[in-house]
């Protein structure tokens, strides 16, 4: 195939992949915006986590709510556990890969906070051990994922959102997860402090 065939390609692929999810998500999406809502409305906080290009997106979304999104707001409380390499190195050379988040969690999370699990497989082991521990914490779990949902799919417990893109290639289900991520940041803000509000 000639590249600016592939190109074309990608950019169709990356826009269908969308346009399923638009017709599938949106009410999950207000559901995950809610539940994030209500922990920052009660002192709660966000960790998020992921692996490769969803411990970018991971950062992402923290970033996004502690410095700003689209308006003029005071900072949110929300962390990436993918970002203290003394940390992430330790737990990793100590104990397992497996633990480099789930170990965070329990180190930082609280009854009420959100896990941010983000894993376009559902089947990241750290991740798995992540959510794991924040269950065990009583936090709440928002998972971005996609394919089947992967081994992800058996953990979750009511009041639990998982948002799974309906794909099965990794970079298109990482596309649209930065889509969710700017809605998700999107209803938060107009929750908090819009006046442009839809309950
Ligand atoms: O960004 C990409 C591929 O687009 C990669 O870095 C990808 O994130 C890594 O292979 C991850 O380890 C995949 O993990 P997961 O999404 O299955 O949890
Ligand atoms: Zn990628």
Redesign the pocket.
């Known amino acids: 195939m000639e590249f600016h065939d592939r190109v074309l390609r990608h950019f169709h692929d990356s826009i269908h992949a969308k346009q399923r999810s638009m017709d599938m998500l949106p009410d999950d999406i207000v559901r995950a915006s809610r539940l994030m809502v209500e922990s920052l409305q009660n002192e709660g906080k966000i960790l998020s986590c992921?692996?490769?290009?969803?411990?970018?997106d991971a950062q992402h979304f923290s970033s996004e709510l502690l410095n700003r999104f689209e308006m003029e707001r005071p900072g949110l409380p929300a962390m990436a556990l993918t970002t203290d390499s003394s940390t992430l190195t330790s737990i990793a050379n100590d104990y397992s890969y497996e633990e480099i988040f789930s170990k965070q969690v329990r180190a930082l999370g609280h009854a009420g906070d959100v896990l941010l699990a983000?894993?376009?497989?559902?089947?990241?082991g750290n991740?798995i051990a992540a959510i794991r521990a924040a269950h065990e914490r009583d936090m709440r779990v928002v998972a971005l994922t996609g394919r089947d949902g992967?081994d992800m799919a058996e953990l979750y417990l009511p009041g639990d959102v998982e948002l799974r893109v309906p794909a099965d290639v990794?970079?298109r289900?990482?596309e649209v997860h930065l889509v969710l991520i700017h809605c998700l940041c999107d209803l938060i803000d107009q929750s908090l402090f819009g006046t442009d509000q839809h309950p």
Do not use: M
């Open positions: 992921g692996n490769g290009g969803s411990a970018g983000i894993s376009t497989s559902g089947n990241s991740v992967g990794t970079a289900i990482q």
